[in-house]
């Protein structure tokens, strides 16, 4: 009942977050209201902008991964030369 509405309550409230952040970032880069380099244009900062987020995602996991993985106990690794 309530646990259900409040876990979509925030599931919906973090979309429009991330919608209205979304909005304003692109809004700026495209505006050229950012510290970019001057003459490069909106597009290819917006395309900068997702690559680089792109960058961090990737790291963000595997840094997830690399706690993940060190918690595993030696005798439920296997034997090859990266599992040990």
Sequence with gaps: GFLL??????????IGV???????????????????????????????FFVLMSVVGMLEGMQIAFFAVTKIKKADRGDKKFAK
């Design 5 to 14: 509405l409040f876990f979509w309550l925030r599931v919906v409230w973090s």
């Design 18 to 48: 991330l919608g209205f952040a979304l909005a304003v970032t692109l809004s700026a880069l495209f505006q050229g209201k950012t510290t970019m380099w001057p003459g490069v244009p909106g597009g290819v900062a917006v395309v900068l």
